[in-house]
T-cell receptor, first 113, second 113 residues
Framework: NAGVMQNPRHLVRRRGQEARLRCSPM?????VYWYRQLPEEGLKFMVY????????ESGMPKERFSAEFPKEGPSILRIQQVVRGDSAAYFC???????????FGQGTRLTVV | KQEVTQIPAALSVPEGENLVLNCSFT??????LQWFRQDPGKGLTSLLL?????REQTSGRLNASLDKSSGRSTLYIAASQPGDSATYLC????????????FGEGTQLTVNP
C-alpha cells in the first residue's frame, strides 16, 4: 500500500509561469489536504478537498491559487503566474475520514526564479 | 481560531538522555492530536496519534500524553539517539467535522553522540 505520492518532488518555474502540483492519496483515502511550508516557517493549511468537492479553502490565497480533486486521478494544486514569494514546500496529506489520522507525502519544493 | 505552540523551539541533548517536548493549544474542542517528525528537506512522518478520549499513546521509545482540558500534550523520548535528530511537530484536529489540522512551529531536536 503506497503512501501519499506527490510529484514532482522539485519544480522550478520562472516568474509568471504556471505551477501544477500533483498528489495521489493513499489507497482508500478520499480526503485530501494541502499545506504550504515557507522557508523557516511552520506548515500552514491551504485547502481541504473530498472527491470532486472543495470543503474548506479558507487558507488559500484568493488569487492565482486553485485546487481540485477529480473523481478520477490525483488532486491538483495549481498556481498561476507564480511570483518569488510562492517559493515553498507544498505538502499534501490524506485520510480515510475527515478527522482520522493524516498521512503526508514527501512534498513538492517549488522554486520561482 | 485554534493556535498551537511548541516549546522549546530548539533543544540539544547528549545521546542517552530522556527528554520532553511540549505542545499547547488554545481550543480544547479537538478530535485528536498527532505528533510528526520532519527531517531536513523531507516530508512528515506520523509518530503518534492520540484521540481526544485518550490520555496517552506509546510507540517504542516514544510516549505522548494529552490533557485536553488544559490544552497540553507532551512527547517523551526515552534514551535519545543521534538518529532522533529532527524537527518534531505537533498538530491538532479541530474545526467543523475535525477537518482542520493546525500545526505548531516545531521543536528542532539535536542529539549529540
Amino acid at each position: 500500500n503506497a503512501g501519499v505520492m506527490q510529484n514532482p518532488r522539485h519544480l522550478v518555474r520562472r516568474r509568471g509561469q504556471e505551477a501544477r502540483l500533483r498528489c495521489s492519496p493513499m489507497k482508500g483515502h478520499s480526503h485530501v489536504y494541502w499545506y504550504r511550508q515557507l522557508p523557516e516557517e511552520g506548515l500552514k493549511f491551504m485547502v481541504y478537498l473530498q472527491k470532486e468537492n472543495i470543503i474548506d479553502e479558507s487558507g488559500m490565497p484568493k488569487e492565482r491559487f486553485s485546487a481540485e480533486f477529480p473523481k478520477e486521478g490525483p488532486s491538483i494544486l495549481r498556481i498561476q503566474q507564480v511570483v518569488r514569494g510562492d517559493s515553498a514546500a507544498y505538502f499534501c496529506a490524506s485520510s480515510d475520514q475527515a478527522n482520522t489520522e493524516a498521512f503526508f507525502g514527501q512534498g513538492t519544493r517549488l522554486t520561482v526564479v | 481560531k485554534q493556535e498551537v505552540t511548541q516549546i522549546p523551539a530548539a533543544l540539544s541533548v547528549p545521546e542517552g538522555e530522556n527528554l520532553v517536548l511540549n505542545c499547547s493549544f488554545t481550543d480544547s474542542a479537538i478530535y485528536n492530536l498527532q505528533w510528526f517528525r520532519q527531517d531536513p528537506g523531507k516530508g512528515l512522518t506520523s509518530l503518534l496519534l492520540i484521540q481526544s478520549s485518550q490520555r496517552e499513546q506509546t510507540s517504542g521509545r516514544l510516549n505522548a500524553s494529552l490533557d485536553k482540558s488544559s490544552g497540553r500534550s507532551t512527547l517523551y523520548i526515552a534514551a535519545s539517539q543521534p538518529g532522533d535528530s529532527a524537527t518534531y511537530l505537533c498538530a491538532v484536529r479541530s474545526g467543523t467535522s475535525g477537518s482542520r489540522l493546525t500545526f505548531g512551529e516545531g521543536t528542532q531536536l539535536t542529539v549529540n553522540p
